[in-house]
Each structure stands twice: as structure tokens, then as C-alpha cells.
């Protein structure tokens, strides 16, 4: 039964860390979940305290995810307008081109929200459209860092506890 969670752990890590790019799959709680996984078995010692801490930066890097683009549309200049239309063009992207529709769809999103509001003041538009993807960009390395991290602690106990998982005497 271990040997089939490690398993299963295994390709959460995977998915987790392609969850990173993919907006379909939470990476970062994908990856937190082949770490309870990993401790769910007979070979690994439960450690609450380290799941929770876990589970709670893997949560939070889930909602920054959903933060990240407006604020640079906002820190690039953009208005509520752009802000409104970058979550808005991240939602329609990510159904209606996707996989390019989360980097295109936040970035149109932002621009057509500016020119709703400015029609005349492309240039202005175009700033914050940028802020969304250095938005997009951001987000997407911090999750992409954030599995990779949940990657390698589920390695690392794995290989601490190796031999509890192959003694068959």
C-alpha cells in the first residue's frame, strides 16, 4: 500500500509542478496534496504541524495567484477599469484560448478595460495591459518556485525514509 501512495505522490508532484502553468490545476495545493499523501503512509511519520504550514503557503500562493495581474495593471497605471477587465480577460482566456488565453486574456482584458475608460489614451492602455502580464509572469513563477520547494521536501523525507518503504524482512 505505501509503495502505491508514494505512487500516487508522485504524479501529484508532477501535476503540481505543471499545475504551476496550467490554470486547470492548482499547482502549489496540488503539490501540498503528494505531501499528505507521503505522510499518510505507514513508512512516514504524521507531522501536523508541518502539513498545516504547508497547506497555509500553498493556500495563500493559490489567492495571490488570482491578485498578482490586477495589481500590476494597477502599479503600471492602470485604473479599476483595468484592473476589472484583467480578471475579467483571465476568466474568458482561460475558456476561450486556451492554453495562450491566460497570457492573452489578462493582458487584452486590461487593454480593453483602459480604453473604456480612456478611448483616446492608448499608449496609457497598452502600460497597464504590460502590468498585467508582468502580473501573469510573476504569479506563474511564484507558483512554479512554490512546487518545485513542495517537489523537493517530498524527495527529501522520501529519501530519509527510503528503507521503511523497501524492508521487506
Known sequence: MDIALLIIGVLL??????????????????S???LLVLHLTDA??????????TLAIAFI????????????????????YGVIG????LVVGMFFLPPFGIIIGPFLGAFIGEMIKDS???????KAAF??????ITSTFLKFITAV?????????FWEYKSAFFNFG
Request: no cysteine; net charge positive; glycine share 14%.
Open 86 to 89: 484583467t480578471m475579467v480577460g
Open 32 to 34: 501540498w496534496f503528494a
Open 61 to 80: 500562493i493559490w489567492l495571490i495567484d488570482y491578485i498578482i495581474p490586477a495589481m500590476g495593471t494597477k502599479r503600471f497605471g492602470g485604473t479599476r
Open 149 to 157: 520547494v513542495y517537489a523537493g521536501l517530498f524527495f527529501s523525507i
Open 13 to 30: 508532484i508532477i501535476l503540481g509542478i505543471l499545475g504551476s502553468f496550467l490554470p486547470v490545476l492548482p499547482g502549489p495545493i496540488t
Open 131 to 136: 502590468g498585467s502580464f508582468i502580473g501573469f
Open 44 to 53: 512516514i511519520p504524521m507531522n501536523w504541524t508541518f502539513l498545516g504550514i
Open 120 to 126: 483616446k489614451d492608448s499608449k496609457k492602455a497598452l
